[in-house]
């Protein structure tokens, strides 16, 4: 079973950065997207940043110009680089990979990590 394990989470103050990282244990197969959620408890898990291939990314608009995904295949690594983090950017942080690129948003997921809590204190 292929696992994704997420790291780079943490507590941080409005204003300031983080990088989270999701390494995969192998190759998922039929995968041809990542991407990362976010959640909150009591309420629903949503896309915050999606990649496929290497250059087509999208993002919510909640987080555009502030997040960026990109990833290292020689590394079998996904990052996330968060800036200007915002006190409502505190959540469960998930990386996944998914069968389908809907051209918006990596879909069908195949694989969910475990999660890394990230909290930004105002």
């Known amino acids: 079973q292929v696992q994704l394990v997420e790291s780079g989470g943490g507590s941080v103050q409005a204003g300031g950065s983080l990088r989270l990282s999701c390494v995969a244990s192998?190759?998922?197969?039929?995968?041809?997207?990542m991407a990362w959620f976010r959640q909150v408890t009591g309420e629903e898990r949503e896309g915050v940043a999606h990649?496929?291939?290497?250059?087509?990314?999208t993002y919510a608009d909640s987080v555009k110009g502030r997040f960026f995904i990109s990833k290292d295949n020689a590394k079998n690594t996904l990052y996330l680089q968060m800036n200007s983090l915002k006190p409502e950017d505190t959540a469960m942080y998930y990386c996944a990979a998914g069968r389908l690129w809907s051209g918006r948003a990596c879909e069908n997921i195949a694989v969910w990590g475990q999660g890394t809590l990230v909290t930004v204190s105002s």
């Open positions: 192998g190759h998922i197969y039929g995968s041809v997207c």
């Open positions: 990649i496929m291939g290497s250059d087509a990314s």
